[in-house]
């Protein structure tokens, strides 16, 4: 599976707490904090959550 790079570029104030907690559960936390993650079916689903907050770099 390919690798993929996310980038949190926003920050998440005045975001629901399900969007906290789903960036939270990646890593994340502070805007320009990278993590790298396996592509599967249950990361694409955390990211369609946040994707306004986040860079994703990789191959999808």
Same mark, same amino acid.
């Given at each position: 599976?390919? =690798?993929?790079?996310?980038?949190? @570029?926003?920050? #998440?104030? !005045? #975001? #629901? *707490? !399900?969007? &906290?907690? @789903? %960036?939270?559960?990646?890593?994340?936390? &502070?805007?320009g904090r990278k +993590?790298?993650?396996?592509?599967? *079916?249950?990361?694409? /689903?955390?990211? &369609? +959550? +946040?994707? !306004? %907050? +986040?860079?994703?770099? /990789?191959? =999808?």
């Open positions: 599976m390919a =690798k993929l790079t996310i980038t949190q @570029t926003r920050s #998440n104030i !005045h #975001n #629901n *707490p !399900h969007q &906290k907690g @789903t %960036l939270q559960a990646l890593g994340l936390g &502070k805007i +993590v790298q993650r396996e592509d599967s *079916p249950q990361l694409q /689903g955390q990211l &369609k +959550v +946040v994707t !306004h %907050l +986040v860079e994703v770099e /990789g191959s =999808k």
